[in-house]
Nanobody, 115 residues
Framework: QVQLVESGGGLVQAGGSLRLSCAAS????????LGWYRQAPGKQRELVAS??????TYVDAVKGRFTISRDNAANAVYLQMNSLKYEDTGVYFC??????????WGKGTLVTVSS
């Protein structure tokens, strides 16, 4: 089992920045990929960014504004969010996928961007 706990969400004005953190515990050695998803009100959950080894991917809407990073020693993944927009508002979920393709989710942290 892998447990994921997010932190760092909050209320920020448009144009501002936030840094999300996700701490992993349990069978962290089994984790292959880590990522961040978000779910806006009334919309489906979508992938924002992911990292596998040193390879990163981003949804087009956040490219150039968000940066995902991973600290294997600390069993943590981060999402630095700059130039935030109103449409970035949502609940952000940390996600882990193991080498056996098992998915784990955190409970989410709310990001609210005021226009």
């Amino acid at each position: 089992q892998v447990q994921l706990v997010e932190s760092g969400g909050g209320l920020v004005q448009a144009g501002g920045s936030l840094r999300l953190s996700c701490a992993a515990s349990g069978r962290t050695f089994s984790i292959n990929a880590l990522g961040w998803y978000r779910q806006a009100p009334g919309k489906q959950r979508e992938l924002v960014a992911s990292i596998t080894g040193t390879s990163t991917t981003y949804v087009d809407a956040v490219k150039g504004r968000f940066t995902i990073s991973r600290d294997n020693a600390a069993n943590a993944v981060y999402l630095q969010m700059n130039s935030l927009k109103y449409e970035d508002t949502g609940v952000y979920f940390c996600h882990a996928r193991t080498y056996m393709s098992t998915d784990y989710w955190g409970k989410g942290t709310l990001v609210t961007v005021s226009s």
